[in-house]
């Protein structure tokens, strides 16, 4: 074989064995279910709506999440879009199984209308980062 086309057929055969890899990897991010061996958070609801409201409010929702993870979970922050929207929580390690919640407060002072407010939740768990909302009708 020339020397010109052995350097193609290598090259095919490099990007032909890095493609199985990448897709294996790629279909176990998408089944994660939590039993890989570390931990995964999972809420009941990622969602609230409050509904019409009256200005000047102040709304309290509670998020609950599960570990259905093998490993414990930590939350390492929290971080509200906005300052009038502060998350509260508990950063101990919550066992696999183990159940808890976010509490979170939305003052609707200073804001008319529809809003939607987000919260980033960082964590150790495979989906490691989970955005949840708070919407409501401000009158």
């Known amino acids: 074989m020339e020397r010109s086309a052995v ?3 290598l090259l095919l055969m490099v990007f032909l064995g890095s493609c199985g ?13 939590g039993n890989e061996g570390g931990a995964y958070i999972e809420f009941s609801n990622i969602r609230h709506d ?3 409201v009256r200005h000047g409010e102040r709304l309290v929702y509670t998020f609950r999440y599960k570990n259905a993870g093998n490993a414990p979970l930590v939350i390492h922050s929290a971080n509200a879009d906005c300052g009038c929207t502060v998350p509260e929580f508990d950063s101990s390690p919550l066992p696999p199984g ?6 979170v407060v939305f ?3 200073g804001f008319r209308g529809r809003q939607v407010k987000t919260i980033n939740l960082f964590t150790n768990a495979e ?3 989970v955005t949840l909302a708070l919407r409501a009708m401000i009158e």
């Open 7 to 9: 350097i193609p057929v």
């Open 21 to 33: 890899t990448g897709q294996g990897r790629q279909e176990s991010q998408l089944a994660g279910t």
């Open 50 to 52: 409050f509904g019409n």
């Open 98 to 103: 183990g159940e808890g919640s976010l509490r």
């Open 107 to 109: 003052d609707t002072r």
């Open 127 to 129: 989906n490691a980062v």
